[in-house]
């Protein structure tokens, strides 16, 4: 049996901006881009939910319902970094640590378990650690399972502990709505409503068939995991410090041209992935490998942070060139970035940041 906990700050962005502004504390805080663009709330602080706002409403609803909130911009970088300083607490506990966003994360805390400590006691400790250093409070599900632990911990939010004890998974689940459960979206929960079927009990008792005829695989995957059967592991993530691409060619390549046209392949490929994982990186790094098979690398740190594929070929152009002399003749080329800074196309409208920079 696995042990798994699911741990979330509460209130992330709004809390960490009243961590680092005391006369914040106790008042109704958003974060997010001003009520004057099209900018959304990012985060609300507790205190100002009890005026009905949430997270994407637009700033300007969130106004109207509360007008004395305070609204803030976003701090990425001061974000990244307690997320760095929470996720290495958690890898004190178990090196087993998911991150599924900056705020939020699967532990498998299975062999401290069978050391002796009870799921809920490392639970409450890890609260308690992550209070006492960071200043900020966690709500933590705890379960046998990936999606029993994610469901649990938005139970009794904020500063939550609920325990789901073994072989209490489906009683707990079985009152919840449908929403509630993994990977039903409003698209499949409007289909499961029109049907009668509104709480997860009521999936539970689905005939796998018919589930299967409307929704196919997920279908049968909806049923089991309202059964609470779910045995997906965590899937140990870290933080990416850099991305990159390379090719090794069938014959050695000695020809400027066709030696720039595949870094210009290579940018793309990179870019696309720092696309995906909204990054955007100051350090451009060219590797080579000789015919010869010595290989290194140049690198070049520029005065901004960049992310697009033209931007990535000048820069490892540039460092190519310098390499181009002789009847040099090259085996292997890669291009890489570093150094990263979250990429804020309009600092007026945070981004949806549930997986920057993990995976
Ligand atoms: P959440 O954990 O969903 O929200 P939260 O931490 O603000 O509040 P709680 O967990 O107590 O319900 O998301 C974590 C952070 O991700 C959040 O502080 C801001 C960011 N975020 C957005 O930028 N846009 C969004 O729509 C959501 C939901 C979150
Ligand atoms: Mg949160």
Redesign the pocket.
Known sequence: MRHILHA????????VEQLDNPELLGKPVV??GSAEGRG?????S?EAREYGVR??MPMRTAQRLCPQAIRLG?RFDR?REISQQVMSIFRDLTPLVEPL????AYLDVTLVVDEGQSPSAIAAALKRRVKDELGLTI?VGVATSKSVAKIAS?MD??DGLTVVAPGKERAFLAPLPIRDLWGVGPKTAERLIAEGVETIADIAQCKEDWLRERFGKHGAQMRRLALGQDDSPVIVRRETKSVSAETTFARDLGDPDALQEVVERLSQRVAQQLRRKQLQGRTVKLKLRLADFTTFTRQRTLPYAVQSADDLSQSAGELLRAELYGRRRFRLVGVGVSGFEQSEEDPDE?????FAGFG
């Open positions: 979330d700050f509460d209130a992330f962005y709004a809390a974060v997010g959304v709330v990012a985060s609300a507790y997270s994407a976003a974000y966003s900056l705020d939020e709500s938005d939010k904020p945070p981004r949806q940041l549930r």
